[in-house]
């Protein structure tokens, strides 16, 4: 991971100067403990990481924002203080003096000060800009240094009288992606796609989905992408109407579609990517069907993903294909417009056409301002998915149980229409039955 320090102290400037006045308080993730003695592989806070590029845990960023004109905006960094011996055990530690330059902070200290200098920072500031809810335990710890500054208010110090959640800013900074976000956001898309098309070419009858899933996770690391974007959903058959299936350890079948979800977090950025296709390599007539009716709907929502038009548009141009797919296939009874009213699609495509990505797979900013949709603007990268999930029932044709089929691209919103970042993976019937061939 190469960081340059000038691009998030630019996103720091950037939000001192929404801030105005006041101080921000951001801590980083904990590391959470997996089992006696050891943790989960660590992964830092998006937003901390956003404005910092600081990836060690046990560190917190703080924010103070100019109250005159003879004050200058801080950057202040605490961290781990260095400490050769547990180095030895550990491995590389920055240390707050290391950080202030190769991080272009303004100041850094020890974590160990921080409850020390924050008493001290906090005072006559007029507002406080800090996660609220991001963690209890943390709440409780700004409540109490906050207390403790209150107290100090017969020595003319006061505390914040005002407490914001600073992610009402960050959400909508993090909203629009600069072109290194961009850069990142291609590559981890190409990275995945490679992964997708190696498990179509792996994928045959009496594999396990997690042997799928090994060659997904193979190509992510090979690639300098150590880990993915959130947990692989590899489905065999049935498992591919469970929205979220992740237990990847039934056998494939003969006759079955795959449903693989599968993205890589590359720097911090996650790609989301999700195909369909058959285990055996070869489409029947009746999944056939399915599938072109979903890549149908995902073709009719990209093209709507449009700078100027609102964020259900796409979803809505989906919608109306898949309606009129599931008249087609007597999934559903009526006029496309009936299907719509009565919401009786919902049976078989019950979420929404897709979500915000960025460095979170279900990434931060408003889909509405006030009562309406936002309109997507250049900068934007969102998922396109719809997808269709049939389970077996009386009023459903045999041919057709079991069938589920997602197609998912990463869009990003351009000047003149929209990029997909994911374009490269197959999907097309005549594509994906070539490559497995």
Excluded at 279 to 297: C, H, M, P, T, W
Aim: proline share 5%; charged share 25%.
């Amino acid at each position: 991971m190469t960081i340059d320090p000038t691009i998030h102290a630019q996103r720091r400037a950037h939000l001192l100067e929404k801030m105005q006045r006041g101080i921000a308080i951001i801590p980083t993730a904990p590391e959470v403990p997996r089992n006696g003695d050891t943790h989960y592989g660590y992964r830092y806070d998006s937003n901390f990481y956003y404005l910092s590029g600081f990836v060690e845990p046990e560190a917190v960023l703080v924010l103070v924002a100019s109250q005159d004109e003879q004050s200058q905006p801080q950057s202040i960094l605490f961290c781990r203080e260095k400490n050769p011996e547990r180095e030895v055990w550990d491995g590389y530690c920055v240390g707050p003096d290391a950080a202030k330059e190769q991080f272009g902070f303004d100041a850094t200290y020890s974590i160990a000060q921080l409850d020390e200098k924050l008493a001290e920072l906090m005072g006559n500031q007029p507002a406080l800009f800090y996660p609220l809810g991001f963690d209890a335990a943390w709440d409780q710890r700004i409540l109490k240094l906050r207390g403790a500054v209150q107290a100090k208010v017969r020595s003319g110090i006061r505390a914040p009288d005002e407490i914001r959640d600073v992610r009402a800013l960050l959400n909508e900074m993090r909203l629009f992606k600069d072109a290194h976000e961009l850069d990142i956001m291609r590559r981890a898309a190409a990275i995945s796609t490679q992964a997708h098309r190696r498990a179509m070419q792996f994928t045959r009858p009496g594999q396990f989905e997690y042997q799928v899933e090994a060659e997904l996770l193979h190509e992510f690391c090979r690639h300098g992408a150590r880990h993915p974007a959130y947990t692989s959903i590899v489905a065999g058959g049935a498992n591919a109407c469970v929205l979220h299936y992740v237990g990847n350890d039934a056998m494939l079948k003969d006759g079955d579609l795959l449903l693989i979800d599968a993205g890589c977090e590359l720097d911090g950025y996650a790609s989301d990517i999700t195909r369909s296709y058959p285990v055996n390599g070869r489409f029947s007539a009746a999944q056939k069907d399915v599938y072109e009716i979903v890549l149908a709907a995902q073709a009719a929502a990209i093209a709507a993903a449009q700078p100027g038009d609102t964020w259900d548009v796409p979803h809505d141009a989906a919608l109306r294909v898949l309606a009129q797919g599931f008249i087609d296939l007597k999934l559903c009874q009526g006029s496309v417009d009936a299907v719509l009213e009565s919401e009786s699609y919902k049976r078989f495509y019950m979420h929404r056409t897709g979500h915000w990505l960025g460095m979170d797979v279900h990434d931060v900013g408003d889909y509405k301002i006030g009562a309406d949709w936002r309109k997507l603007q250049p900068g934007m990268v969102l998922t396109v998915e719809p997808g269709c999930y049939i389970r077996p029932a009386d009023d459903v044709p045999p041919a057709l149980w079991s069938i589920g089929i997602r197609i998912e691209d990463d869009v990003a919103i351009t000047a003149q229409g929209n990029e997909v970042l994911s374009a490269a993976a197959p999907k097309t019937v005549a594509e994906i039955e070539a490559l497995m061939k």
